[in-house]
C-alpha cells in the first residue's frame, strides 16, 4: 500500500505541478496557478499521515516506510527547487519572459552550485534520517528502518565527494569559450 502511495504522490506532484504551471501562463490565472502549486506540500503530508497511520495500525518497519522517508526526505530539500526552475522554463516558453538562468558550467561558480546541491542533499538526508529515526522510536524496533537510514547517509557521502571534485578539481572552459579574435561569442541557446 504505501509504495502505490509514493508512486501515486510522485505522479500527482508532476501532474499539480503541469496543470498548476498552465493554468498559470497559459490561461493567465496566476492566482488560480499559484493555489495549486502550493497545494504540491499536502501531498506529502498526506503519504506521512497514511505512513504514520500503517505503522499504529501494527505494520512492521518495512522497506516501502524507508522508501516513504526518503520520498519525504526529497521533496522537501529539493521540491521548492524544481518548482522554481520548472517556472522559470514556463514563463520563457509560454509568457515570453526571460531565459532562466542556467547552472554555471565551469570553475569556481560550479564548485559553489554543487556545494549547494550538496546541502540540499543534506537536508533531505536529515529530513529522511529524522523521520525514519521517529519512526524506529514509535514502533520500537528498527527493522529495515535502519538500513534506510545508512542508505541516506551513503547518498549523501557520494554526493558530497562528487562535490567535492568540482572544488578539488574544478572544470576548465574549452578553449573556444575563451573567445578568439573575430568570434562571435552570442548564445547558441543550447
Not at 505541478?17 to 499536502?42: D, H, I, K, N, S
Not at 531565459?99 to 537536508?123: D, K, N
Amino acid at each position: 500500500m504505501i509504495v502505490g502511495l509514493v508512486v501515486a504522490c510522485e505522479v500527482a506532484f508532476w501532474v499539480l505541478l503541469a496543470v498548476g504551471l498552465a493554468v498559470r501562463y497559459l490561461l493567465r490565472m496566476r492566482r488560480t496557478g499559484v493555489a495549486l502549486l502550493l497545494g504540491e506540500p499536502l501531498l506529502e503530508v498526506v503519504l506521512f499521515v497514511a505512513t504514520a497511520i500503517d505503522l499504529r495500525n501494527g505494520a512492521a518497519p518495512s522497506w516501502e516506510h524507508g522508501l516513504a522517508a526518503l520520498y519525504l526526505g526529497f521533496t522537501v530539500a529539493y521540491g521548492p527547487y524544481l518548482i522554481h526552475r520548472l517556472d522559470g522554463h514556463a514563463a520563457h516558453r509560454l509568457a515570453g519572459g526571460p531565459p532562466p538562468a542556467r547552472p554555471p558550467r565551469h570553475g569556481p561558480a560550479r564548485a559553489a552550485y554543487e556545494g549547494r546541491l550538496w546541502l540540499r542533499t543534506l537536508l533531505a538526508t536529515a529530513v529522511a534520517c529524522a523521520l525514519l529515526q521517529g519512526a524506529i522510536w514509535y514502533v520500537g524496533e528498527p527493522g529495515a528502518l535502519r538500513m534506510w537510514q545508512y542508505a541516506a547517509l551513503r547518498v549523501l557521502a557520494v554526493h558530497g565527494l562528487i562535490a567535492l571534485s568540482y572544488l578539488l578539481w574544478p572544470k576548465k572552459a574549452p578553449a573556444s569559450a575563451a573567445g578568439r579574435p573575430g568570434e562571435d561569442r552570442t548564445p547558441t541557446g543550447r
